[in-house]
């Protein structure tokens, strides 16, 4: 399957400031993969390069194999709904939907209609009295009616309530669920991200600190807690993504495709929230996959 | 993309045709009624020079009455008609999609930024044209008895040459180029400012900078000017002013080209038997002009020999001519072609720009 988005050396400067500098990385498709971290990471920049927003400062990135925003065809094939999911002011509802309706040739009427009929929109409401959910449903709505290969969220859902939140993304699962669609969804909402995602990266000031199946990354995670102890005496293959100790305590978040056999630790599973913070934390030093076997240096 | 340009379209478009309903009205209602002042004043059945009496007299009289005042305001409508178009159609054009974030959802619609820009500029571009050419019809239906009284050799009044400024940019086609460029040029300053008000400011800015300059330095220099040197006594009409101690230098304008009717007059001034400029009063002739005019401002009849006209006629003695440049009647019709040409040019070309930025330089 050909990736939803490959990035080689990209970077993105506004005058003298980076937004986003020589990112690598290669996002696959038929995933919804959640796109994490802090703020200032890149990761909104990332997606207007991917959605042709923006034009790289350098280094390239393809979308489904293709330059971003290429052609009609190229656009036809990726939606995008953008931070605080715009919409205009003075169209009404029905407007936004004939808009749809005219400028893509595989638009889905019958869905957009059932869509707007589901989450309660009146098609005569113009899109400036539209509450922050509806606005977001909107926008949802049209770039799912266009029927993508590939659909692009920036945070969409980072400025509504929490029930708003819960039906923006149980609409948005269900319409993936239906069409098999790709989604790149960035959030720095653990949360969400947990409720939706098959496929997570933590983007880290424009570097990937780790990219995965969710399930594997949670599978090969684990944080151990025992008498105080140098990480350094770890068998191989045991890599510490994050260490905090006390006096007579070691807690330590290891990743290991081994179980753990000292019977010392104390090991519990660890939740998709704390993985990522570990992650995001710049004060981790995330160390390279070591070999499984090898000498403890 | 045309449906959706004229669904957003739509309110901009209703209410150009409302300003376009209300002046109709307004000069439909009037238009008869100056026409018969016409045909009252005598105009309609005379012939060759005795035509001039009526028709500056006709000229003169609807200066003081309300037409004056409605051929000045429809002038200035059309003046301002691109200007308005610039600032509410054009400078919003790219501005307000990139302020309010739409443009992340229009762009993202499967319809690239070149045709979305093309059909916006077409449809915008060329209704702006049709709105300000057709204001420009209107009025140029409703002043043809002025029209008529200045090719009669009215001057007075609300009587202006075809060369001048407010009847040479709003008669004719130069309307078409000035409601192209003005339309271009607001969506130009959208695009670089990415602000709807700061590029409407400039918009104003540019354009007018660019109404006062056409007409002062780039105009009068569309051809060669036509230089002519004639007889003083034959300016008829031009008065000479003295000045200086003792009135020994003086000017001397011409106000039309005998001959010449209907020439752009560019510029005027006496000149020696060699045929440079002089400004010295030939010292024959000082207390001629000086004498004549005391007596004359004291509104006693001027002393025989004394006066203006005895001045004209001693500087003629004394071998003095006038020199006049001009743009020859004939000219008006490849001006307005040239000018309209300028203007067009210059909206394709910010045109072209506004393709290049949308497409190279996204951010």
Redesign the interface.
């Given at each position: 399957m050909t990736a939803a988005i490959e990035a080689s050396g990209l970077g993105k400067a506004?005058r003298r400031t980076w937004a986003l500098r020589d990112c690598t990385l290669a996002i696959p498709g038929g995933h919804v993969v959640g796109l994490v971290g802090p703020n200032g990471a890149g990761k909104t920049t990332l997606l207007?390069l991917a959605?042709?927003?923006?034009?790289p400062t350098r280094g390239t990135i393809s979308v489904l194999g293709e330059p971003p925003?290429v052609?009609?065809?190229q656009?036809?094939r990726?939606?995008?709904v953008?931070q605080?999911t715009?919409?205009?002011?003075?169209?009404r509802v029905a407007?936004h939907l004939?808009?749809?309706a005219?400028?893509?040739?595989?638009w889905d009427d019958e869905l957009a209609q059932r869509r707007i009929a589901q989450v309660g929109l009146d098609p005569k409401q113009r899109g400036g009295s539209l509450s922050g959910g509806q606005r977001a449903q909107l926008?949802l709505t049209?770039?799912l009616a266009?029927r993508p290969e590939l659909l692009l969220l920036d945070e969409p859902v980072a400025g509504l309530d929490p029930l708003a939140r819960r039906e923006f993304l149980r609409g948005l699962m269900a319409a993936v669920a239906e069409h098999g669609t790709s989604v790149v969804l960035s959030s720095h909402l653990v949360t969400d991200l947990e409720r939706v995602c098959d496929y997570l990266i933590v983007l880290v000031a424009s570097r990937v600190r780790i990219a995965g199946e969710v399930s594997e990354l949670l599978a090969s995670h684990r944080r151990l807690s025992g008498p105080s102890r140098d990480p350094g005496t770890l068998p191989a293959g045991q890599d510490v993504i994050e260490e905090r100790h006390t006096d007579k305590q070691s807690t330590l978040l290891v990743r290991t495709g081994e179980p753990i056999h000292d019977p010392a630790w104390t090991v519990t599973p660890v939740s998709m929230e704390e993985l990522v913070l570990a992650y995001m934390n710049p004060a981790n030093d995330i160390p390279a996959r070591r070999p499984q076997l090898g000498v403890a240096s | 993309m045309i449906r959706l340009t004229w669904l957003q379209f739509r309110t901009q478009a209703v209410t150009a045709a409302a300003a376009l309903a209300a002046f109709a009205v307004l000069l439909a209602a009037t238009g008869p009624h100056m026409a018969s002042l016409y045909a009252a004043s005598g105009l309609s059945g005379c012939h060759g020079s005795s035509c001039l009496s009526p028709a500056t007299y006709f000229t003169a009289s609807l200066a003081r009455s309300p037409y004056g005042v409605l051929f000045l305001l429809s002038t200035g409508i059309i003046l301002l008609a691109p200007a308005v178009i610039g600032l509410f159609w054009g400078a919003p054009l790219i501005a307000r999609e990139l302020e309010t974030g739409t443009a992340a959802l229009v762009w993202n619609q499967s319809v690239t930024r070149t045709r979305w820009l093309a059909v916006k500029l077409a449809i915008g571009g060329l209704t702006a044209m049709a709105v300000t050419e057709a204001l420009s019809l209107m009025q140029t239906w409703w002043a043809v008895p002025i029209s008529q009284a200045v090719a009669d050799g009215s001057g007075a009044g609300v009587a202006q040459s075809r060369f001048s400024q407010l009847n040479f940019a709003t008669h004719g086609i130069t309307p078409l180029g000035y409601a192209a460029f003005a339309f271009a040029l607001g969506v130009t300053a959208g695009a670089l400012i990415r602000r709807t008000f700061p590029a409407m400011a400039v918009t104003l800015a540019i354009f007018a900078a660019l109404q006062v300059a056409m007409p002062l330095w780039v105009r009068p220099n569309l051809a060669p000017p036509d230089r002519t040197v004639i007889p003083v006594t034959s300016l008829g009409g031009a008065g000479p002013s003295q000045t200086g101690p003792g009135g020994d230098t003086f000017t001397l304008y011409a106000l039309n080209i005998p001959g010449q009717p209907g020439a752009w007059l560019l510029s005027s001034g006496p000149v020696n038997a060699a045929g440079q400029p002089v400004s010295t009063t030939p010292a024959a002739c000082t207390s001629v002009g000086n004498t004549g005019q005391s007596a004359g401002a004291q509104g006693n009849a001027f002393p025989p020999g004394q006066g203006p006209a005895a001045f004209v006629d001693c500087l003629g003695r004394h071998g003095i001519r006038e020199t006049i440049t001009y743009q020859p009647a004939s000219r008006y019709w490849p001006f307005q072609w040239t000018e309209t040409a300028i203007y067009l040019a210059l909206a394709l070309a910010l045109a072209g720009y506004c393709f290049r930025r949308l497409n190279r330089r996204r951010s």
């Open positions: 506004y207007r959605t042709g927003q923006l034009t925003a052609s009609p065809a656009l036809a990726v939606g995008y953008a605080d715009p919409v205009y002011a003075r169209m407007d004939r808009l749809g005219w400028l893509n040739p595989g926008a049209l770039a266009k | -």
